[in-house]
């Protein structure tokens, strides 16, 4: 039982890194029904950029809660003018093209950050400068540290903050206003521009939190991490229902507790055939068995004929 | 009637002489820069073949697939399979290559089945997972039952070879010299001929044309009349047996597969190709391929010379700016040409009205 | 060959298709010296004939990854073959009657075989001497090929998967210990260390499961009971629900195969999730990175290293000062098996008084030759002889000698030379006079100061 306990523990936190990150995805998709594919680059520029903010700071005497708040402020501001650029540079002009084509310019500006930062950080792997003292606790044999509460606790305010923003706002309901039709939207005053451009600096600080949160988790960090950590974020996004906040929530711990459990236990209830070499299977496997049923995802709304 | 021979004017005979002429001998040309550009020319071709099979998926039936590296790798496991001392067997080309395109065909189906409702961005991940899922088991499938030799790959694989002919080494023919990779070429050559071939007719088919249907609006596809699942499903298995095919052709070149070369941003390239190309338009398709192939290579070429030419010193590491550029390279193409660099008429009409 | 060329030199075609690539290949065709313009039908072994000239250059290339996850340990190859390029030049060596000057041609593989394959037939077509690299197996594996059928002889620093030696090419050598050889000395060591159960991970990749089969393999003869085996991959970041998992089955020891970005990170969870097994791990983890990234949790933490440490070989000391003077950075991993790759090829050449491949090629296969990192001399499949294996435990941020298993007599002789202390000097000393003279006097001579060491051994 305590093993068990651990894996829902391991699980969920690990699950509320990725729900973080797929509320980026989501955030932009509900709006423009656009796959932001270099937002998990953001995720890697917002951790770098609070590596060596706060390692500078660190090196000049500042207290370690300055330095790290101050990490974090410039992280989120980095991806706040990256995701605005982003927009303007590879999206906006591209409104109103074939529906790919914004796809190969996200996966080119991926290409683009990814080799930048490399060129910036360097090909080592770097470490992330202890911000927080870890200290364990034990519930029921399962061991687990403050930092993983703290990120359970930042993914569930992130979303909180973000359904606020959305529903209780001028600028939510200006949002919701392009996401339904940004024609009439536009003919009530909304200015659309203005309200994509948001939603990409809001999706950008998110994923500047997530980085670090990241970086903090693991205390590691490199130019390629942002990829594969995008792809799974994305897997939940779809999975929960993109563009549905609170879909991306669940669907981000639906995602980690499946990695933790299925390579916790179905290597022994298939005698070793699927192991946790098959870890990254059972989320796809899990994630085509619900849209065989559910074809938006689990709390997606029917998109109709958007396709 | 109009056939295509009708169209055959002086101008365009000469034109198509010279096409023939210059394709044929392209890798002696290419051969003046060294052996390495013959390989990166197959290399473009084998990509060509690639971009083709999945522009059936994506260009002519709309169905976004990110996952096409799969039918790739299954071709090119079935060939080293089935010719490599691994399980001892030997078989030759012209059994493998057929099987492998009717293997490939079956995965294609098996994609496609349990997809027929999704559509846009959640066909898209099904997809990618799918790659993955072929790739995961590829790595994974050395217990408990060694079939794929798991992480390490297969070993000596057999060339192409029609008898004593290897397309491996080289030889004199007719008293002219060949290497092995200018052998390869002009299978290729053959190959990709036939694949254009084919699909220059399926798009004008009635096939092509239901394919169209379904990709401007599947709805209405289905009122008047198209079987909608079974033309995806077949287009899912046309795409997929050209993947097989070249994914056979890829083990021979190589003599060896391994699971690394067929990880998900292999799927991205093939569909950058497609969509930076020109969707749904088969010259364009052929011009993304060749493009995204050459351009990183010539890169690796040009950086040094042109940074030392330009400031008189190596100032950034070639490699990444090798592949900075190429992504760059993607961004502003798609930013200046939406359509793709070379789109079929009917969609610049489009979109020019979409513009109005 | 004069058809082809004048082909490209008529325009129309040149413009008709394709045009990128028949530009560059014209353009290239300006470059090379006008007797090479002719397109090599076989890429023939390099006809780098010795006129009566005073200087003549050797190529060799040299390729590893300058991009993705490995780049690090790729430039870490790249500096230690400058190193010895630089040092041979400096020597002014005389071949054949000719002034020898090396040339590097560096190449990067990104680790991906498609690359490889490319970068490794651009060597063929420089008519290269020779070939130090690749950095991975599955890279090193599919180039062999090509340098095989060039008949250009290939010394790969780091490639350790078994099968790379295996395909019977008589060009492929390595200079580190195969998979087989160090599993199985890990396997050894572990069951040494008195624990009864082990967990392996790997990491899915070629280097990885290699090295954890065959660890696994040894450590069941051994008796050890594997109570659990778990998987991740070389782009993994969180690690705990194998652990966990791991965690339930309360094994001795945890044996990771797979390298130092994913070594450092899984030790720290380890700690975290109050793992308290021995962790063993191959040469993968044995480096500054895993210090780094896995920080105080790799405290008490075994790794090992092919061949022997480089304080203990007598020209390692100054080998690491060099590089470190020189570069400004800590060895990574591989590079002082570059520089002897390096040496090895250029010692093969004076030996066979040639530079050209077909000439100094069955010398490669004879070497003895006293490296930084190891005696080197090859077995008939190309494999290092021997094949010792170092083990190292991180105490207080240090990599610290334990002790170092397998190998032949060799190694025997410096394992007892290092415990007298005094006869190591005379050992190696020995060894290298023996190999300047030639062969047989080489076995001989450390035969005799072997038995000489033994001896010594014994009186202790």
């Not at chain 1, 009530?188 to 600080?205: K, T, Y």
């Not at chain 2, 093939?270 to 192939?293: C, R, S």
């Not at chain 3, 394959?117 to 077509?125: G, M, R, S």
């Not at chain 3, 660890?215 to 782009?235: H, I, M, R």
Request: with cysteine; proline share 5%.
């Amino acid at each position: 039982m305590d093993i068990f306990l651990q894996q829902v523990i391991n699980g969920l936190v690990q699950g509320a890194i990725y729900a973080m990150v797929a509320l980026g995805y989501t955030m932009v998709y509900g709006i423009m029904g656009l796959i932001n594919f270099a937002h998990g680059e953001v995720v890697m520029i917002g951790t770098l950029v609070t590596i060596t903010v706060v390692t500078f700071l660190l090196k000049a005497g500042f207290p370690v809660w300055l330095a790290g708040g101050m990490g974090i402020v410039a992280a989120a501001s980095v991806c706040m003018v990256l995701g605005w650029s982003l927009e303007r540079v590879a999206y906006r002009p591209l409104r109103g093209a074939p529906r790919l084509t914004p796809l190969i310019t996200a996966i080119g500006m991926s290409i683009v950050l990814q080799n930048l930062a490399m060129m910036i950080w360097g090909r080592n792997y770097m470490t992330f400068p202890s911000l927080i003292e870890k200290t364990q606790f034990e519930i029921g044999g399962a061991a687990f540290t403050n930092v993983q509460v703290l990120i359970v606790l930042v993914a569930g305010l992130s979303m909180g903050g973000l359904l606020l923003l959305v529903y209780r706002t001028k600028l939510g309901m200006a949002m919701r206003a392009t996401a339904q039709n940004p024609g009439v939207a536009g003919l009530m005053g909304v200015n659309a521009n203005r309200v994509i451009s948001s939603a990409f600096v809001i999706g950008s600080v998110l994923g500047a939190l997530a980085g670090v949160m990241v970086g903090v988790y693991y205390e590691i960090a490199h130019y390629q991490m942002g990829f594969m950590l995008g792809l799974k974020a994305f897997t939940a996004a779809v999975l929960g229902g993109i563009g549905n906040l609170a879909g991306a929530m669940a669907g981000g711990i639906l995602l980690g507790l499946i990695e933790a459990l299925g390579a916790g236990y179905i290597g022994d209830l298939t005698g070793g055939f699927l192991g946790s070499h098959y870890q990254d299977i059972f989320a796809f496997v899990v994630l085509i068995f619900v849209l065989m049923f559910r074809p938006s995802g689990l709390f997606g709304e029917k998109t109709g004929d958007r396709a | 009637m109009r056939t295509w021979f009708n169209t055959l004017t002086p101008r365009t005979i000469f034109g198509l002489t010279l096409i023939t002429v210059a394709l044929l001998a392209l890798p002696f040309v290419a051969a003046l820069g060294g052996q390495a550009w013959v390989r990166i020319v197959n290399f473009a071709i084998l990509y060509v073949f690639l971009a083709l099979g999945l522009n059936i998926v994506v260009g002519f039936a709309g169905l976004l697939d990110l996952g096409y590296i799969a039918f790739y790798a299954v071709g090119a496991y079935l060939w080293a399979l089935l010719a490599s001392p691994h399980f001892g067997l030997h078989l030759p080309f012209w059994v493998i290559l057929p099987l492998g395109a009717i293997v490939a065909c079956f995965f294609g189906i098996l994609l496609g089945a349990p997809t027929l409702k999704l559509r846009g961005d959640y066909l898209a991940i099904v997809t990618l997972g799918f790659g993955e899922i072929v790739r995961i088991f590829m790595n994974n499938l050395n217990a408990p039952i060694n079939i794929t030799n798991g992480p390490q790959g297969i070993t000596l694989i057999d060339p192409v070879a029609i008898g004593n002919f290897k397309f491996s080494t080289g030889s004199t023919v007719f008293g002219i010299d060949i290497s092995g990779p200018q052998k390869y070429y002009y299978l290729l050559l053959v190959l990709v001929l036939a694949v254009i071939a084919i699909n220059v007719r399926l798009q004008h088919s009635r096939i092509g044309r239901a394919w169209q249907a379904i990709r401007e609006d599947e709805i209405a596809a289905k009122a008047i009349g198209i079987n909608t699942r079974n033309m995806k499903l077949l287009a899912f298995a046309m795409g997929a047996s050209f993947g097989g095919v070249a994914g056979g052709i890829f083990a021979a070149m190589q003599g060896f597969v391994s699971p690394e070369s067929f990880s998900l941003i292999e799927s991205v390239m093939i569909l950058a190709m497609v969509v930076l190309g020109g969707m749904g338009h088969i010259p364009g398709v052929i011009l993304g391929a060749i493009l995204l192939t050459v351009l990183p290579e010539a890169l690796r070429y040009a950086v040094v010379p042109v940074q030392k030419a330009l400031f008189g010193a190596v100032l950034a590491d070639p490699e990444s700016l090798r592949m900075l550029i190429f992504g760059l390279a993607l961004v502003l193409v798609m930013r200046f040409k939406p359509a793709g660099l070379w789109p079929s008429p009917d969609r610049r009409r489009e979109l020019a009205e979409k513009a109005r | 060959m004069a058809f082809s060329r004048n082909l490209s030199c008529f325009p129309g075609i040149t413009l008709a298709l394709a045009a990128s690539i028949a530009l560059i290949g014209c353009g290239q065709k300006e470059e090379p010296k006008p007797q090479a313009a002719a397109p090599a039908a076989v890429p023939a072994p390099a006809p780098a004939a010795p006129p009566p000239k005073p200087e003549v250059t050797v190529k060799l290339g040299h390729v590893a990854p300058m991009t993705g996850p490995q780049a690090h340990l790729g430039k870490d190859n790249e500096n230690g073959a400058k190193l010895a390029v630089e040092e041979l030049n400096a020597q002014a060596l005389e071949i054949g009657g000719a002034k020898i000057k090396f040339e590097l041609l560096v190449e990067d593989d990104g680790a991906d075989p498609k690359q490889g394959t490319i970068v490794a037939q651009k060597l063929v077509d420089a008519k290269v001497n020779g070939v130090i690299g690749h950095l991975n197996s599955g890279t090193t594996i599919p180039a062999s090929k090509l340098y095989a059928d060039a008949g250009i002889p290939q010394i790969s620093p780091s490639a350790t998967n078994p099968k790379y030696t295996q395909q019977g090419f008589a060009t492929a050598f390595r200079v580190m210990a195969n998979d087989i050889q160090q599993g199985k000395v890990l396997g050894e060591f572990a069951a040494k260390q008195g624990v009864k159960t082990v967990a392996i991970i790997d990491d899915r990749s070629a280097y990885g499961q290699g090295l954890a089969d065959e660890f696994k393999k040894a450590a069941e003869t051994a008796g050890l009971k594997v109570v659990a085996t778990e998987y991740t991959n070389d782009k993994a970041t969180d690690f705990k629900a194998i652990l966990t998992k791991i965690k339930s089955k309360k094994p001795d020891m945890v044996f990771y195969g797979g390298m130092d970005a994913q070594g450092g990170p899984l030790a720290k969870q380890m700690k975290e999730l109050g793992l308290k097994a021995k962790f063993l791990g191959g040469d993968g983890v044995c480096t500054p990175e895993f210090m780094k990234l896995g920080g105080p949790a790799t405290d008490g933490h075994y790794c090992s290293m092919p061949g022997v440490p480089l304080e203990k070989m007598a020209k390692g000391p100054a080998f690491k000062e060099k590089f470190v003077k020189k570069y400004n950075t800590e060895i990574q991993l591989y590079a002082p098996n570059v520089y002897d790759a390096v040496m090895v090829m250029a010692d093969s050449m004076k030996r066979a008084n040639s530079v050209e491949p077909a000439k100094y090629l069955p010398e490669v296969g004879k070497t003895s030759y006293e490296g930084v990192t190891a005696k080197i001399e090859f077995d008939e499949k190309g494999d290092l002889k021997g094949g010792a294996i170092s083990l190292y435990q991180y105490k207080a941020g240090q990599l610290s000698y334990v002790e170092t298993l397998g190998g032949g007599v060799v190694e025997a002789v410096k394992e007892a030379a290092q415990a007298t202390g005094e006869a190591a000097k005379a050992v190696a000393g020995a060894a290298v006079d023996a190999a300047k003279e030639g062969t047989k006097a080489a076995a001989e001579a450390v035969k005799s100061t072997a038995d000489a060491t033994k001896a010594a051994v014994e009186k202790k």
